[in-house]
């Protein structure tokens, strides 16, 4: 896999996550 790839993803994730943590 690549790094940056999975780097990406993990930040999009991280991103959703503090998203959803807010709206509750």
Sequence with gaps: Y???FLC???KGF???QD???SMF
Excluded: M
Aim: charged share 40%; no cysteine; aromatic share 0%.
């Design 2 to 4: 690549n790094q940056k």
């Design 8 to 10: 990406r993803i993990h």
């Design 14 to 16: 991280k991103e959703i």
């Design 19 to 21: 998203t959803l943590e």
